[in-house]
């Protein structure tokens, strides 16, 4: 009998965490990859990543990964300078990102640059957030959001117009210059059009919350989203019965 391997690796979008209650052990994390492509597997991931981990050699190009502190924030600049291109043609150009700390100047410093050039920017981060949106001739096409919700959010997703062919990467890394610079950090690609629907749609969810949602403002009074509607959209309880549904539960 001839039996047929295929090798799947592990790519999460954040930090995986393990919690102890006795000697019941769980893990989560937020969003996670299980490539089955031989490239991405093979050489892109654990060849030349780890090669760098077991034997400090650093003479590689990662292609399609971003790697920190590699190509990672050169592509980041990259991605957004070309937002600014687009923007500055006349062409639709917007940028969404979804993360736990915006804390890196530089990118910072891109960001309103690209405001400055008209690309429409959403921002959801959890926690440190150093960019100041809404401020005239300079973030006035930005805008920040804060969910602090039941659930523990972590994931890092970030999404970029490109002419309506949307790249979309998640990463265990958040825009901070630790993040970028001094730590060993992976950000992918999602090819695969139905992840791609997936993911805005649980971007979307955050979106559209009218009930733990906090409005980052430049006198960071981030008060909560006052909604006209009388529904209320909590995002993690959406997001919650969507994987349920998703799975069949």
Known sequence: MLISIKRYRRIPSDNPQRRSH?????????????PGHSRTTTNFFFR?????????????S????LVAPFNMRGRFYQLIDSEI???LAGKKAEII??????????????????????????IIVRSVCCLIPGIKNLSENISAYSIVDRFLEHTRIY?????????????????MTRNLDRRI?????????????????????????????????KKLTNTYLKSG????????LATYNYFKASNGV
């Open 22 to 34: 006795k000697e019941n052990w769980s893990w989560f994390c937020a969003r996670l990859l299980l």
């Open 48 to 60: 030349r990543v780890f090669k760098y981990l077991s034997t400090g050699e650093n003479n590689h």
């Open 62 to 65: 990662f292609k399609n990964l």
């Open 85 to 87: 291109e687009n923007a």
């Open 97 to 122: 990102l979804k993360l736990n700390n915006l804390e890196d100047r530089k990118i910072i410093n891109k960001l309103y640059k690209a405001s400055l050039a008209g690309v429409k920017i959403t």
């Open 159 to 175: 999404i970029f117009h490109n002419r309506g062919r949307q790249k979309i990467y998640l990463a265990s890394a958040d825009w």
């Open 185 to 217: 950090e992976i950000a992918f690609p999602i090819n695969s059009e139905p992840l791609k629907n997936e993911i805005r749609t649980l971007v979307e969810f955050q979106l559209q919350d009218n009930t733990k949602v906090r409005i980052i403002d």
């Open 229 to 236: 509607s009388d529904e209320q959209f909590n995002a993690q």
